[in-house]
């Protein structure tokens, strides 16, 4: 996902169906059917992707770009930590209004008296188990966030990613990276990524830092 966004193209449609392995357990992304050029994506009408893992701003019809797969990505580190899909308990359609408008909740069971009429309880997002790492629900939770534009960009996700690889490698757990309640690892996940985020005048992808070092621990 990093090199297809860094040549310009959003996916649109990142969900656990598209991700294929070969014999050597090699990533191959699959089906770009959909997949656009960044620059041309908010001209096109049609309602492209799958509502379960699609961002806010596609549900709603707003501009949006290539952090929408950001989003999807988001949701399928939530399905590898907890081994279930997203709001199973409710219909495609039925995620999609939960996701951007209101739901309510009572005893941590969803409650929709309609699709369209949803209420109490805004902006939902799958509950991540209390198990999960602190680091990784940081991470998920940035990628999934609201604003676009507070998401990070795959190359950022990238370094994180290597920095969790480099502690499991160490430690053989994630929780040496978390070595704080989850909310203060939060806020240093969020500086990092806040520090490496792109300052490009026309919004385009910077590219990744060019020192060789590794990235500051998240501790």
């Known amino acids: 996902m990093e090199y ?3 040549q310009g193209v959003i996916h649109r449609d990142l969900k656990p169906e598209n991700i294929l392995f070969d014999q050597d357990l090699c990533v191959k992304i699959a089906d770009f059917g959909i997949a656009c050029e960044e620059a041309h994506c908010d001209t096109l009408t049609e309602d492209p992707g799958t509502f379960r893992w699609m961002a806010p701003e596609m549900i709603k019809h707003k501009p949006y770009g290539r952090k929408v797969d950001v ?3 988001g949701l399928l580190l939530w399905e590898m930590a907890t081994g279930r899909i997203p709001y199973e308990e409710m219909t495609p359609v039925q995620a999609a209004f939960a996701v951007v408008d209101k739901v309510r909740r009572k005893n941590d069971v969803i409650c929709i008296p309609n699709a369209v009429n949803a209420v109490l309880c805004q902006n939902l997002r799958p509950v991540v188990p209390p198990e999960c790492p602190a ?9 999934w966030g609201l604003h676009p534009d507070k998401r990070p960009d795959f ?3 990238v370094k994180v990613l290597e920095h969790f690889e480099s502690a499991l490698a160490q430690y053989g757990t994630l929780d040496t990276v978390a070595n704080m309640n989850c909310q ?3 806020k240093r996940l969020l500086h990092w990524i806040h520090k490496l985020k792109p300052s490009h005048a026309d919004g385009g992808l910077a590219p990744p830092p060019k020192s060789s070092t590794s990235m500051p621990r998240l501790l």
């Open 4 to 6: 297809i966004h860094s």
């Open 71 to 73: 989003y999807s990505f």
């Open 135 to 143: 680091a990784l629900q940081a991470l998920i939770e940035q990628c």
């Open 155 to 157: 190359w950022q996700i």
């Open 184 to 186: 203060d690892h939060k």
